[in-house]
């Protein structure tokens, strides 16, 4: 069995993250999702619209996706794809580079951002919208 580890906080979830989602799965059998926790967010200066638990719920609900985990360090990475025997980690491509460091424990496959959507533009389309 082949198993794909990739990471997200998988916020105000859109058809982008499913792209992301099913071209991971596609490269492997199961697929671990780690998310990113409202702690480990807070360190990072990022704020969840959804909490860590709801959005571990949505995700679970994905057909691409067998199980989700959390991510609560930056450096857990190693240790996550050793625990979950991980052959391939996978990353958007806004990454490139960032987990080359990787490549001796697993494959890293950095994959192309879906065009025209992201999370970042909708809550700038959202706050735009509700200005007037």
Known sequence: MKKVLTYGT???LHWG???LLKRAKD???YL???ISTDEFNAIKDKKAYHSFENRKMILEAIRY???VIPEETWDQKVKDVAKHNIDIF???D???GKFDFLKEHCEVVYLPRTTGIS???IKDELFMANKG
């Open 65 to 67: 996706v067998d199980e």
């Open 17 to 19: 993250h499913i792209n």
């Open 10 to 12: 998988f916020d105000l």
């Open 119 to 121: 999370t970042s533009q």
């Open 27 to 29: 490269l492997g059998d």
């Open 94 to 96: 806004d990454w490139e």
């Open 90 to 92: 996978v990353m958007g």
């Open 32 to 34: 671990v999702v780690a």
